[in-house]
């Protein structure tokens, strides 16, 4: 396995669906989970994929995060980086790969967390030379999501389908990216866009993106569905991680 890669934890968002259950000023990431931070989970289960440094884009609600890590003792080494003012999910990573320098980083959503495995998502970035990788997970019901298609051999992104109404089983993205900095920041970008929306969908012709579509399992919080959800899996997921590594 090569040297995993610097992580980016996008935890700057809102947390508008979850207002109600975190109350005003607490932001997403810090969302009692089983007693504990949901920022707590994620960097333990970073820890145990042997990630040593990670960067936390932070806005909305970054004292609440700058003051619980000042109280942690943490196995990893971790930089913040706070937002003057939202900038989406596509000016965030372009802030922290100008601010960090690093060549390449895993991108992970600060409300998401998955039985990825990182080191292997690393080296399939790699060997397959692309300009960016996108994790993807398989469920029943892809028609609240939108899907990815893809090569079946080569694993090559060909499109992004639109939501349908109908349900039907498919791949969609699971907010995990491996991507190329020296790449992406050749684009000539707003400072604030949905990496998403106005980024991928739009330059499927001109970049090399792969989808890595071994997710089984993803939680994200910001529904107040799957919240109260992830009290009991988030902590299995975190269990079982410890184990497999």
Partial sequence: MSKMLPCV??????????????????PKAMASVDGQPFLAWMLRWLEQQRVTDVVLSLGYGCGAITGWLAQQSLGLSVTIIEEDKPLGTGGAIMHALRTCGAPQMIVLNGDTITDIDLGRFADFFEMSGADLAIAATRVPDASRYGTLEFDAASKRLIAFEEKRPVQAAG???????????????????????????????????????????????????????????????????????????
């Fill in 171 to 245: 791949f969609i993205n699971a907010g995990v990216y491996a991507v190329d900095a020296a790449r992406l920041l050749g684009f000539d970008l707003p400072e604030r866009f949905s990496y998403e929306d106005d980024f991928l969908r739009r330059q499927i012709g001109n970049l090399d993106m792969r989808v890595f579509p071994e997710i089984t399992e993803f939680i994200d919080i910001g529904i107040p569905s799957d919240y109260e959800r992830a009290q009991q899996v988030v902590p299995l997921m975190c269990e079982r991680s410890a184990h497999d590594t």
């Fill in 9 to 26: 934890i996008l935890a700057g968002g809102l947390g508008t669906r979850l207002r109600p259950v975190l109350g005003e000023g607490l």
